[in-house]
């Protein structure tokens, strides 16, 4: 540990995952310290070699955190378990690299884990009054949500699709993905009717799985990968379809999403703009998010979504791929684990270590999960 006071550069000197899936009969705290194991071999650390831990976990338990290091034989140091609905991952991740930046810590290690149950989150952000009466989190916001946009950006249901179709293709080259079947327009648009616009496979799955880096201060040599911004920032009330608003109300175009808050800030702190970007992993819980995501991240103007996924702008082999992992229509989504498997899938891109998903010659990278309570996270990486 490090007592002295500065601002350090970070730099991911390890990755792990533990697969995303269904897994009967591993606990989740197993699922965690598979992740751990992974991540630690790759930093090449010793036993117990880090300052201290951040986890991020919603549906874990009581000192999640603790449990999986305990089960390591990994404790004494300082250890903190991190919710941020969906971007869970993200804030750990947050408070990880300000640990390092401040100067307090030199190495720390992050990590996420989840098992969710199958079918639609419950979520106790809301009041049960709100979800009884169908004004919560539910797959009718999403369709909501989804509705809006095809009408602010001439988005179509086979645009819907088609997100879905790339993502599924993306996974086919992921190992570590739920679903590894590619899917065509046809099959996306004919399963199951959701809520309407969406479509089964335009809705990604709750699962289990875990994933986890080290951060350490960065040396200044080269190849090394920077996590160059890690930001979190929370919604402004007001607009209806913000992920924080019981679904009552109207719709506010004037106010900032939450995603273009962080991203905001991320580009800043990274120096770096949406123009400057090699590869994306960016919140697809459902066809239309991502593309959403498009807009507020500010990799296409507003109204553009369509005409990029028309254009194959963001498919592998594009200006600017999105999702190569598979994202989250491929993968599933353990909310703890999320952002944390977006980062490293990133870092094996910037590695030139993603094998047959690899995107050619990346060097700047962007991540991004948003859930409930509005929370965003946008995280950078260069090399």
């Excluded at 199958?118 to 989190?137: H, T, V, Y």
Aim: proline share 5%; net charge negative; with cysteine.
């Amino acid at each position: 540990m490090s007592g002295g006071a500065g601002s350090y550069e970070v730099a991911v000197a390890g990755t792990g995952l533990h697969a995303f899936g269904r897994f009967e009969g591993t606990s989740v705290t197993d699922l965690g310290a598979a992740a751990v194991r992974a991540a630690l071999l790759d930093a090449e650390l010793a036993h117990s070699g880090f300052d201290a831990a951040f986890c991020a976990s919603v549906y874990s338990g009581v000192a999640a955190a603790h449990k999986v290091l305990g089960s390591l034989g990994m404790t004494g140091m300082p250890i903190y378990t991190v919710e941020a609905g969906c971007a869970s991952g993200g804030a750990a991740l947050s408070l990880a690299v300000e640990s390092i930046r401040s100067g307090r810590h030199d190495t720390v290690l992050v990590f996420g884990m989840e098992k969710m149950s199958a079918g639609i989150i419950r979520s106790s952000f809301f009041e049960p009054w709100r979800e009884e009466a169908g004004l919560a989190a539910t797959p009718a916001y999403f369709a909501l949500r989804a509705r809006r946009l095809m009408e602010t950006s001439n988005v179509t249901r086979e645009h819907l699709a088609e997100v879905s179709v790339k993502n599924h293709d993306n996974g086919v080259r992921n190992p570590d993905a739920m679903y590894r079947e590619a899917v065509t327009r046809e099959q996306v648009l004919a399963s199951t009717m959701v809520c309407d616009p969406l479509t089964l496979f335009m809705l990604c799955s709750p699962n289990e799985g875990a994933a986890a880096l080290v951060l350490r201060r960065a040396s200044g040599a080269g190849g090394e990968i920077r996590l160059t911004a890690a930001e979190v920032r929370s919604h402004l009330p007001g607009s209806v379809l913000g992920e924080a608003t019981p679904l009552a109300g109207l719709v506010d175009d004037s106010i900032p999403a939450p995603t273009t808050l962080a991203a905001d800030a991320a580009y800043e702190a990274a120096g770096v703009g949406p123009g400057d970007l090699d590869v994306v992993e960016c919140q697809d819980t459902d066809s239309a998010r991502e593309l959403l995501s498009y807009e507020e991240l500010r990799l296409c103007p507003p109204g553009e979504a369509a005409a990029w996924i028309d254009a194959r702008h963001t498919h592998l082999g594009g200006p600017l791929p999105v999702n190569p992992s598979g994202g989250l229509l491929s993968k599933g989504e353990p909310l703890g684990a999320s952002a944390l498997g977006q980062v490293v899938e990133l870092t094996l891109q910037l590695r030139g270590a993603a094998g047959p998903r690899q995107v050619d010659g990346a060097r700047v990278a962007l991540g991004h999960t948003v859930g409930r309570g509005a929370n965003a996270g946008v995280t950078i990486l260069t090399r």
